[in-house]
């Protein structure tokens, strides 16, 4: 493996700034990587060598032009394959849109692309994002670098694995229910769920959209800041998109890496620990709790006692509002089309099509949300789910007032292997059950590295306010420092090699 | 007892438009089943008096200036289509009689 790949992005493009290293020759070293990894990885559904290279030229040419390089021009990025991509194929894990490639660029692909980000291709998910393992991908599952008999979280297990596995310095993740939180806290990386409306939801392949959000994975915190910054912000194309400036994010992490936590109030949220969380975790969780009364904060124990029920409202409202977002696959207007014989009428092509190109955990949600939606079933379910949200977003609220970030383990379990839960929904589900009651509240939350159970990572989740990302970034800056000053190296340098 | 049959699992995946086969009806129904008790807790909370959230955080009716700007190119997204006919969507039978 070419060293080259082991860089960060802010230091590739420290280097791409200075001319020690062209563009294309670090677009080149992470294809070569692809190319030598992902036969056993599958981090990638396409890999679009040939644009990459032209978009790496094009950053080579405007430095030798001597113009101004953005922060991250010139650095690849693994981008999730929910967002769509003018020209490339863009099927979101599904059949129904096997060869689709989408007349348009999503916000966040423009954005990369304008900030001189290098796309290498698109990567693997679970089918429209309804999973935690990726497995429920139409084109086959995802390992995890650190174990290859292992799942490397989901939905966003293409960008966590092909981040971790050093294909890309930059992954572009969603977040529903924990799809970017959980597969970085199972591979070792920084993912940072961003409040609801930090960033474009414009061209994301939409699955729930009260909650659905991009964010970045990552191998360093920096890093993550780096690329929040160039994706988020405000949009016009989007209704839902927080018309105020970011928080200053790279900022935060900076300021974070200097390791001084004093006066920072931590809560521990009491109702995310205990039983169904493996003791490897909780002492990795605890042990992160040290750390940060070591960097100065202050930690107390605080009770959300509606967080208990961020389960069962979250597999209420999800499913409801994708029952309805996926009635846009009509058979009509992109898209699979199966059974148009000229004899059959459109409500029957409509549902075989349907029928062929969904797979089973998209049908199950689909048929779930359908039924929390009908008349006699609405009030009590998506009505009641939709005010014990309301009682979560309250007991975030209460939880703030006396602490300025909140903390958990990020998932329950470590990195699960392949199969293990894919003919149980419930037990599947269950790996979100820490980073659901920000999702429900849209409020930030970022997973950071805190350490190992059994050789897998473990990770932290530091919750925030809306629109305090910046808290985020500045605590898991100041842990990741620490872990590392705690164990001599970064928590991914443990992964063995691939 | 289980709180979804599945005849009614058969009757949402029609309303869904799923083609959905026996097999699928047998799985999903009993799979259904386990869910919905485990969603239903939901409903342990007492919360006759509270507000429902639709989205976290607040958000009002966007408008945008009332101005002519370029669209999608037609010939571009009907090569997207499944069928296209007369620089059109064409669409599978929608009345009862064929022609």
């Avoid at chain 1, 060293?3 to 420290?14: F, I, K």
């Avoid at chain 1, 209704?239 to 200097?258: E, H, K, N, Q, W």
């Avoid at chain 1, 509002?321 to 014989?341: H, K, P, T």
């Avoid at chain 1, 797979?359 to 939709?386: F, M, N, W």
Wanted: aromatic fraction near 6%.
């Amino acid at each position: 493996m070419s060293d080259l790949v082991r860089l960060d992005a802010a230091s590739l493009a420290a280097e791409i700034a200075a001319g020690n290293l062209s563009a294309v020759e670090v677009a080149e070293a992470h294809l070569d990587r692809i190319v030598a990894t992902d036969d056993r990885v599958h981090a990638f559904l396409h890999v679009d060598a040939d644009g990459a290279l032209t978009a790496a030229r094009a950053v080579d040419e405007r430095r030798s032009r001597g113009e101004e390089l953005g922060p991250l021009a010139g650095v690849p990025l693994a981008m999730k394959d929910v967002v769509v991509t003018r020209g490339l194929p863009s099927t979101s894990g599904s059949k129904i849109l096997a060869g689709w490639r989408p007349p348009y660029d999503a916000t966040v692909s423009a954005r990369v692309k304008a900030a001189g980000i290098v796309m290498l291709g698109k990567t693997n998910m679970d089918e429209f994002a309804m999973g935690s393992s990726t497995e429920n991908s139409a084109y086959g599952a995802t390992h995890n670098p650190w174990d290859l008999s292992r799942v490397p979280g989901g939905s966003s297990g293409g960008s966590s694995a092909a981040v971790a596995a050093y294909q890309a310095p930059l992954g572009i993740g969603t977040d529903t229910g924990g799809s970017i939180r959980q597969p970085a806290a199972v591979t070792g990386l920084i993912g940072h769920k961003p409040t609801y409306g930090g960033v474009s939801r414009y061209g994301l392949i939409a699955f729930s959209s009260s909650l659905d959000q991009a964010g970045p994975l990552t191998r360093t915190v920096l890093d993550a800041a780096l690329l929040h910054e160039a994706i988020g912000g405000h949009d016009p194309a989007d209704s839902t998109s927080i018309d105020a400036p970011l928080p200053a994010l790279v900022t935060a992490a900076r300021d974070g890496a200097r390791a001084d936590l004093s006066g920072l109030r931590v809560g521990i949220v009491r109702e995310l620990s205990g039983e169904g969380y493996e003791p490897g975790v909780l002492a990795g969780f605890a042990a992160a709790v040290t750390l940060l009364t070591g960097l100065g904060a202050t930690v107390t124990e605080v009770s959300c006692p509606h967080f208990s029920y961020a389960l069962p409202a979250y597999y209420l409202i999800a499913p409801s509002e994708c029952s309805s977002n996926l009635a846009r696959f009509d058979a009509v207007r992109y898209g699979l089309r199966v059974g148009d014989d000229g004899v059959r009428g459109l409500e029957e092509v409509m549902s075989l099509t349907r029928e062929a190109g969904f797979g089973a955990e998209v049908k199950r949600r689909v048929i779930l949300g359908t039924y929390a939606l009908s008349s006699g079933y609405y009030d009590a379910y998506y009505g009641q789910a939709q005010k014990v949200r309301t009682l979560i977003s309250r007991d975030f609220a209460a939880a703030f007032a006396d602490c300025d970030v909140l903390v958990s383990p990020t998932t329950p379990t470590v990195a699960f292997p392949l199969g293990a839960r894919v003919d149980d929904p419930m037990a599947m589900y269950a790996a979100d059950l820490c980073t659901l009651p920000a999702s429900l509240a849209g409020t930030p939350a970022i997973s950071v590295p805190c350490g190992l159970s059994d050789g897998l990572p473990v990770g932290l989740q530091i919750m925030a306010p809306a629109q305090a990302d910046d808290r985020c970034y500045r605590v898991a800056a100041a842990v990741e420092t620490a872990v590392a000053g705690r164990d001599g190296r970064p928590i991914l340098a443990a992964a063995p090699p691939v | 007892m289980p709180s979804i049959s599945r005849e009614e699992v058969a009757y949402l995946a029609k309303l869904a438009r799923l083609a959905v086969t026996d097999e699928e009806l047998d799985t999903f129904a009993g799979q259904l089943d386990v869910i919905i008790g485990a969603v239903a807790r939901v409903g342990e909370v007492a919360a006759d008096d509270i507000p429902p959230t639709s989205h976290a955080v607040p958000v009002v009716n966007v408008l945008r200036p009332d101005v002519i700007r370029p669209s999608l190119d037609r010939d571009e997204v009907l090569a997207l289509a499944p069928a296209a006919e007369g620089g059109r969507f064409r669409v599978p039978r929608i009345l009862d009689e064929p022609e």
